[in-house]
């Protein structure tokens, strides 16, 4: 059975860092991808970024150059370290996976079978 928990969300001024974690069992992406995604209060689930396997990104343009994503795949978990941080970066952030997919739509949460819980940040200004 896969599980994702992510931690590290909280409240953080404008401007200021957090880093998410992911820790995935059951669940190995020799062929995946895995990503984070954020819903805000209403509003649709968006996709953040997307790192596969191989160590491949992509990124939403808005968290371009503001957000990294990695993986360490010793430990299966992935990272997003979040900088600059917005209030429009508030929202519930949500770890993803897939195995055997590609490219395409990566950032879609459609293409995602398994899910975290979630984890709230909220940026204040």
């Known amino acids: 059975q896969v599980q994702l928990v992510e931690s590290g969300g909280g409240s953080v001024q404008a401007g200021g860092s957090l880093r998410l974690s992911c820790a995935a069992s059951g669940y190995t992406y020799s062929r995946g991808f895995m990503g984070w995604f954020r819903q805000a209060l209403g509003k649709e689930r968006e996709g953040v970024a997307v790192?596969?396997?191989?160590?491949?990104?992509t990124y939403a343009d808005s968290v371009k150059g503001r957000f990294t994503i990695s993986q360490d795949n010793s430990k299966n978990t992935v990272y997003l370290q979040m900088n600059s941080l917005k209030p429009e970066d508030t929202a519930m952030y949500y770890c993803a996976a897939v195995e055997g997919s590609t490219w395409y739509a990566a950032l879609r949460s459609y293409k995602y079978k398994y899910w975290g819980q979630g984890t709230q940040v909220t940026v204040s200004s």
């Open positions: 790192i596969d396997s191989d160590g491949w990104t």
